[in-house]
């Protein structure tokens, strides 16, 4: 069975603009239609609490990726000195693929060029995501990294939305992840803001076709091919750097902890969320990453929160939910699809 492999590529901003999944189909979970011999009101009581859950479980599980990734930042901080910053982006990529490839099982008859490409384009941003940003992290301080970083969604979302009030909402998540810089954008390593700034761009690519891959591939079985092809990227720099220190078993036995917490849980479960979820959401969704950041710092490692600190996680919690009600409130205004 050829998936869409003989349809032209769209662009990426066309791509993210139409990023929600197809229609609920009737009778279905999620959908306005309510069974047979329910009284109206009861069935349309139950459709709007279903149409609830169905829009509000994609954020869910993007927070809840969110949550993992960090809490996965915390195990990877012990295993840096070990195996460097390439050893550990090697360790998580290839470990969560074997993970992947033995839980998924993916079929790899059937497909087109263009789901092929989709998966390589898929795999390289991973891989490229991963490795600019621990080498941005080896030259700035953390908070700075990911404040940079996560401009690149934030941009994303304003190109893909072209709605004024998304982009209130991006530039109060803008304000927030600033502040909660500490102020320190002067005495950056210029280095490590490019590379942090062009680890931005490699996640917005990742939304992109972690977007088009849920839609070309069933389950998770596209992500666990890309993966393997993200994994086989970054082999070779986490070889030179580290050599056999990948070898030692402690070590293999952290990598696995940063490859389960950090790629295999979140990525699944951001996967599962586009399928849902509107990109330019998803998109602004992933400025709570420096929130989620600080909060597992003050619980794991008893990091106090300025008052600064506060204000700049208020600020981005409201920018991200102000724009998930936005784009419910639009949702809702449109006319139901045959």
Request: with cysteine; charged share 10%; proline share 7%.
């Amino acid at each position: 069975m050829n998936h869409a492999g003989s349809e032209p590529v769209d662009s990426p901003v066309k791509d993210i603009a139409a990023g929600a999944a197809p229609a609920t189909a009737p009778g279905a979970p999620g959908s306005a239609s309510g069974a047979p011999g329910t009284e109206p009101g009861a069935a349309a009581a139950g459709a709007g609490a279903s149409a609830r859950a169905t829009r509000l479980g994609p954020v869910a599980l993007v927070v809840a990726g969110g949550l993992s990734v960090q809490f996965g930042s915390a195990v990877a901080v012990l295993l840096m000195p070990r195996a460097g910053a390439l050893g550990v982006v090697t360790l998580r990529l290839v470990l969560a693929a074997a993970v992947l490839l033995i839980v998924c099982r993916p079929k790899v008859r059937g497909y087109g060029r263009a789901d092929w490409g989709t998966v390589a384009a898929f795999g390289t941003a991973m891989a490229g995501m991963n490795i600019l940003f621990y080498q941005a992290a080896d030259r700035i301080p953390l908070g700075a990294a990911v404040t940079l970083e996560v401009l690149g969604p934030l941009i994303l979302s304003v190109i893909a939305s072209r709605r004024l009030m998304n982009l209130l909402w991006a530039g109060l998540a803008l304000g927030g992840v600033v502040l909660l810089s500490g102020g320190g954008f002067e005495r950056l390593d210029p280095v490590g803001a490019a590379f942090a700034l062009a680890a931005g761009a490699m996640w917005a690519t990742y939304i992109v076709f972690s977007a088009r891959t849920g839609r070309r591939f069933p389950q998770a079985d596209g992500l666990a091919l890309a993966m393997a092809f993200g994994a086989l990227l970054s082999l070779p720099f986490g070889i030179v750097e580290a050599g056999d220190k990948l070898l030692v078993p402690s070590t293999i036995g952290l990598g696995l902890a940063v490859a389960l917490m950090s790629s295999v849980l979140p990525y699944t479960l951001e996967l599962i969320a586009l399928r849902r979820l509107p990109a330019p959401t998803f998109a602004i969704l992933m400025s709570l990453e420096p929130a989620i950041a600080a909060g597992a710092g003050f619980l794991v490692l008893s990091q106090a929160l300025s008052l600064t600190d506060a204000l700049a996680i208020a600020l981005v919690i409201a920018a991200s939910m102000g724009a998930v009600r936005t784009q419910m409130k639009r949702a809702a205004a449109l006319p139901p699809q045959a």
